[in-house]
């Protein structure tokens, strides 16, 4: 017996390995996660709901929850200003410039996270690059703290999600009719509120997609978080890695896993349907 045929054309036996790869690697492990967080203590004696309950009337836990859902929304508001600004570059851009500008984007994408989170370390630090310059014109006094400070975190996970944002920018500006802007202009609009009015609703599908996508690698990048961050802030990677590998609280490490997993399920539902939203205004 024939397997039925897909709306594409093609058998779905196709997507088998695919689906094999997925149950087994993804699902599986949640289980697993799910499973073990009802066990009411580390030495999984007993099921219950005690690590929910724990973490409902922990307001520590709610705290560093809520911590680095703002981490990744700063991030992500730095991320859309910044790459809306480099991608409208790229757009208005010579061809030769765009292929300069093309590189730069995607060439901190071949480079590992590790290696530009450290390079981050030699700038913020105390005679780093920034402390060394603002010195030398005779900006400060001496060093100020620039690394394991907020600021810092951000600027950092800025500097490495920001191509996560300009990519689904310039795929979104690209689109655009350019005789827009040529009769908005034509009717009398300033350059101001031809953006305000054309411009932005039109690439809102651009900026939920490079919201979406850096707002998930921010609040998960544990390597930058841990060494821009410091131990003197805590946000969910961290956290749920102590309670695992430190204390050996496995129950608890994998209820708080669920909560944050449920927490950024909730953010990207929220994106979509502002994406939603905004595909509707720019069909309409």
């Known amino acids: 017996m024939k397997s039925a045929p897909s709306v594409s054309g093609y058998s779905l036996a196709f997507a088998s390995p695919l689906a094999a790869y997925f149950l087994l690697f993804f699902a599986a492990p949640l289980v697993v996660l799910v499973f073990i967080s009802f066990y009411t203590d580390p030495q999984l004696s007993g099921m219950g709901l005690t690590q929910y309950h724990k973490i409902a009337t922990d307001g520590f836990t709610l705290q560093v929850l809520g911590d680095t859902l703002w981490l990744g929304l700063q991030v992500t508001a730095l991320c859309l200003v910044l790459g809306y600004a480099l991608a409208w570059s790229y757009v208005r851009s010579p061809g030769t410039v765009q292929k300069v500008l093309m590189l730069v984007i995607v060439l901190p994408l071949l480079t590992s996270v590790v290696v530009r989170t450290f390079a981050w370390v030699v700038i913020l630090g105390r005679q780093g690059i920034v402390n060394s310059a603002l010195l030398d014109l005779g900006w400060i006094d001496g060093p100020i703290k620039l690394l394991y400070t907020r600021g810092g975190l951000i600027v950092t996970l800025a500097n490495v999600q920001l191509p996560l944002m300009a990519l689904p920018l310039i795929t979104a500006l690209q689109k655009l ?108």
């Open 177 to 284: 009719d350019p005789n827009l802007e040529d009769a908005s202009a034509a009717l009398g609009a300033s350059a101001f509120r031809t953006f305000f009015r054309i411009t932005l609703p039109l690439t809102l599908p651009g900026i939920v997609a490079g919201c979406l996508l850096t707002f998930a690698a921010t609040i998960t990048a544990f390597i930058s978080q841990s060494l821009i961050g410091g131990g003197q802030m805590l946000f969910m990677p961290m956290y749920i890695y102590q309670q695992a590998s430190s204390l050996q609280n496995w129950p608890f490490a994998a209820a708080i896993s669920l909560v944050f997993l449920v927490s950024v399920l909730a953010c990207v539902a929220l994106f979509n349907q502002v994406g939603r939203l905004s595909r509707g205004h720019a069909a309409g």
